[in-house]
Structure formats: structure tokens, C-alpha cells
């Protein structure tokens, strides 16, 4: 499936799907308050009243501040996948992992990613009755 539309901005490439986004942030990058609030606001824009599911692929090495992930989230997010290449990043995520309240699930492949995402926003949409 090719990206429906593709976003670039200077600290990440964000491909819009129908029910999901695929971020993939630049190299080097610390993911701030500043940049998270840029992108909600695309996010909002795509998704605005629509749940979705984030996949974050972790192509390049970055940093999130860990704080985040406990307090900020947008509205309409329902979970997160992130995808990991190796194993210096698949302990990021672990260690991320410990301070995101949500769903959140760790892949090998962007293929295994997205099609758990569809499963996993299919039976949300099933239990909300939508």
C-alpha cells in the first residue's frame, strides 16, 4: 500500500494512511514538546474525530523525551507501534515502553506493523460499536 499522503517536515517524514501514520524521524533528533505539538497538529488535521494507530519507524537513532510519553497523547490515538531494526533499538522501546500508559507494541518488520495496526483498529472500532 503506498502512502496516501507524504509529509516532510525538518525532524520527520510522516506518510498519512487511511487508519494509521508512519513517522519516521530523522537521525540524531530529541523529539521535544515543540516538535510532538507539530505533529498533533497534523495529526489532528487527518485525523480529526478519527482513531488511528501511530507506527514509529525507527529507522534512524533519536530520542524521545520519556516524559512525554506519560503525559502527552493525542485524543484521537488508540495505540502505538514502533518498529525496530535492531537491538540498541528494540531496548529503547522497552525502556519507552515503561512510561507510555496505552497500547503499545513492539514489531521487527514495518509489514507486521501495519497489519497489526488494521487488526488492532478494527476490533477497537468493533467494541466501541462505530
Given at each position: 500500500m503506498t502512502p496516501s499522503k507524504t509529509i516532510d517536515l525538518e525532524f520527520v517524514t510522516i506518510q498519512i494512511q487511511e487508519h494509521f501514520v508512519i513517522?519516521?524521524?530523522?537521525?540524531?533528533?530529541?523529539?521535544?514538546?515543540?516538535?510532538?505539538?507539530?505533529?498533533?497538529?497534523i495529526f489532528?488535521?487527518?485525523y480529526k474525530h478519527r482513531p488511528f494507530v501511530s507506527i514509529a519507524?525507527?529507522?534512524?537513532?533519536?530520542?524521545v523525551n520519556p516524559n512525554l510519553l506519560s503525559t502527552r497523547r493525542h485524543p484521537e490515538l488508540i495505540a502505538l507501534a514502533v518498529v525496530c531494526y535492531n537491538k540498541a533499538t528494540k531496548d529503547i522501546a522497552l525502556f519507552e515502553q515503561e512510561f507510555y500508559?496505552?497500547?503499545?507494541?513492539?514489531?521487527?518488520?514495518?509489514?507486521?506493523?501495519?497489519?497489526w495496526s488494521a487488526q488492532f483498529l478494527e476490533e477497537y472500532l468493533k467494541k466501541a460499536g462505530l
Open positions: 513517522s519516521t524521524i530523522a537521525e540524531g533528533v530529541t523529539i521535544d514538546d515543540a516538535k510532538l505539538n507539530k505533529m498533533f497538529e489532528t488535521l487527518y519507524n525507527r529507522t534512524y537513532d533519536y530520542t500508559t496505552g497500547t503499545y507494541k513492539i514489531f521487527e518488520t514495518l509489514n507486521d506493523a501495519k497489519n
